[in-house]
């Protein structure tokens, strides 16, 4: 714990924590504090404030993970400085990198694959903590699904497949749904499929355009190498063209990084 004190014991006339909510093991409280409400999700994301670039537009760090997060009333007496000066000390000698400190207000560290953001008011703040995991796949799709909406639209998106960030390595995971893909022709031995490989739009147009090429080429290879002749596929990336969600958010992107089986 970064701050080794605990709120003395208290009785039924002083004000009681929020039912449930406790202080984080890596970083507690503010002694005296009281914490007013708290979340927990097992998969959640945050954006995390990074200052200005040089045009002065918001610059953002989007994680993903298990997530916590706090909100919390400071002692009576207790300035913004001092709040905001007892973080940023706790953080660096527990070995964090701090990676945004600005203005008493908002002050972001990372140590390994933890995040902590601490947006601080003076008389109260609201401290954030995610540690970055991948999302483990729960719904996906089966062959016959997949095959259904084929027949039905001649397309069907396919989400469930996951590469690595900025690479066309495909992830540990993907297996599955993959291989309702290769059951899918394997059913269907006419059927001829086009595999797409749609982006989100961050980063550049002509690198997301590259990498969506070699995806989805990917893809096509694993299938054809698990028993499907390559002569009844054929891949194409369509980068960041064709979004079917708003990419101003992460649940957007999401949806807009997927892979398209399209009936040729």
Request: aromatic letters at 6%; proline letters at 3%; one cysteine or more.
């Amino acid at each position: 714990m970064f701050f080794g004190a605990n709120l003395e014991a208290q009785d039924d006339d002083k004000p009681q924590d929020a039912e449930g909510c406790k202080d984080s093991p890596l970083v507690t409280r503010f002694p005296g504090s009281l914490i007013h409400s708290c979340e927990t999700k097992e998969y959640e994301g945050a954006d995390l404030p990074m200052g200005n670039d040089k045009d002065g537009n918001a610059l953002t760090k989007h994680v993903e993970g298990d997530y916590h997060s706090w909100d919390i009333a400071t002692r009576e007496g207790v300035s913004e400085i001092q709040v905001f000066r007892n973080f940023q000390s706790a953080l660096k000698s527990a070995g964090f990198t701090i990676d945004y400190a600005g203005s008493l207000e908002q002050l972001v560290g990372h140590k390994g694959s933890t995040w902590v953001f601490i947006d601080n008011r003076g008389t109260y703040y609201y401290q954030t903590m995610v540690t970055e995991k991948q999302m483990q796949q729960e719904v996906a799709a089966d062959a016959s699904s997949l095959g259904e909406e084929i027949n039905n639209s001649g397309r069907v998106a396919v989400y469930g497949i996951h590469f690595d960030t900025g690479k066309a390595t495909i992830q540990p995971g993907s297996e599955k749904i993959l291989g309702e893909i290769v059951q899918l022709l394997q059913e269907n031995p006419d059927l001829k499929l086009r595999v797409e490989g749609p982006t989100d739009n961050q980063g550049n147009a002509a690198a997301n355009q590259a990498l969506s090429e070699r995806r989805a080429q990917t893809v096509v290879s694993w299938v054809a190498a698990h028993g499907i002749s390559a002569g009844r596929l054929a891949a194409k990336g369509l980068g960041q063209t064709q979004p079917v969600a708003d990419n101003a958010g992460e649940d957007g992107r999401a949806k807009n990084r997927r892979v398209e089986l399209v009936k040729q």
